[in-house]
Every structure is written in C-alpha cells, then in structure tokens.
Nanobody, 115 residues
Framework: QVQLVESGGGLVQPGGSLRLSCAASGFFFSIKTMAWYRQAPGKQRDLVAIITTFGDTNYADSVKGRFTISRDNAKNTVYLQMNSLKPEDTAVYVC?????????WGQGTQVTVSS
C-alpha cells in the first residue's frame, strides 16, 4: 500500500523560504528515485527536482541554485528546501515515485509566493 504525504506548504513572501516534506510508506524507499513536481493553475505539471537512491540530484533550470532536494532514508522522507522564492514558484507541489508498473503521486501541498 503505497502512500506519499506532502506537508510544509503555505503562504510566503518573495525572497522567503519553505521546506516541503514527503513522507513515504508501502515500498522500499531507500532503493527508489524520488522526485518533486509542481503544477500551477492552467499550466502543465513540471519536474522540479530528482534525487536518486545514491543521493545524486538534478534540478530544473528555473530552480537551480535556489532549491535543494534531500532524503532521509531512516525516516522514509524526501525534502525540498526552497529558498529565494519567487511569485512564479507558486504552484501545487507533489512528490512522486516510479515503481514497477505504476507511478504514484502524493496529494500535493500548495505553495503561494506573494506580497
């Protein structure tokens, strides 16, 4: 029974920071690549960041240098530290895992960057 539960979203001013968490259960977390996506109203869902089972990371150009993805295998949790936030970062952020035969998504957490 795979579950992905995001938390940590909210309203923040431009230039501020948030840390998102995704608590995972129901699969062997430590051997799976995890990812964060985001989707703004009326726009396509875009990949934000990926972290592999080895801890290697990759980021969308739009967030590179501002966001950091990390994982704590002991807690089955993946994080997204978001710094220097911009209004264009406003979106629903969802975490993702690709298992054999299925792709799983969390429920999403809203991030709003506004004055």
């Amino acid at each position: 029974q795979v579950q992905l539960v995001e938390s940590g979203g909210g309203l923040v001013q431009p230039g501020g920071s948030l840390r998102l968490s995704c608590a995972a259960s129901g699969f062997f977390f430590s051997i799976k690549t995890m990812a964060w996506y985001r989707q703004a109203p009326g726009k396509q869902r875009d990949l934000v960041a990926i972290i592999t089972t080895f801890g290697d990371t990759n980021y969308a150009d739009s967030v590179k240098g501002r966001f950091t993805i990390s994982r704590d295998n002991a807690k089955n949790t993946v994080y997204l530290q978001m710094n220097s936030l911009k209004p264009e970062d406003t979106a629903v952020y969802v975490c993702n895992v690709n298992l054999t035969g299925s792709i799983y998504w969390g429920q999403g957490t809203q991030v709003t960057v506004s004055s």
